[in-house]
Structures are given as C-alpha cells and as structure tokens.
C-alpha cells in the first residue's frame, strides 16, 4: 500500500544539508512504493494571520 507523503522544506538553501537529506529520505521512500512531494517554504508567500481591528 503506497503513501503520499509530503515534506515541508523550511531551509533557503537548496542545495544544503536539509536538502541532503530529503533526497535521501525521498530516494528510500520512493524506493519503497511512496510518492514524495517537496515544497519549499522560502520560495512561498507566506504570512501570519492578521485580526481586523474593530
């Protein structure tokens, strides 16, 4: 039974030991019948929530 799986990349360094080791991770999980999907948070807009000020 295969598994989505998805990793959360919060380094902004592609090329760094994080992303090191998600390949690693993603080569053995692939290996094992997983799909892997990796998002990258730097490349994201991404923001805290903002309360409206009544």
């Known amino acids: ?3 989505k799986i998805v990793v ?3 380094s ?3 090329k760094g030991n994080t ?5 690693a991770f ?3 999980a692939e290996s094992a019948g997983n799909t ?3 998002f990258f948070l ?3 807009d991404i923001h805290g ?3 409206k000020r009544i």
């Not at 992303?19 to 390949?23: D, E, R």
């Open 1 to 3: 039974m295969s598994k």
């Open 8 to 10: 959360l990349n919060g």
């Open 12 to 14: 902004p360094r592609k």
């Open 19 to 23: 992303s090191m080791l998600v390949k």
């Open 26 to 28: 993603t080569k053995g």
């Open 36 to 38: 892997v999907t990796e």
């Open 42 to 44: 730097s490349d994201m």
């Open 49 to 51: 929530c903002r309360r």
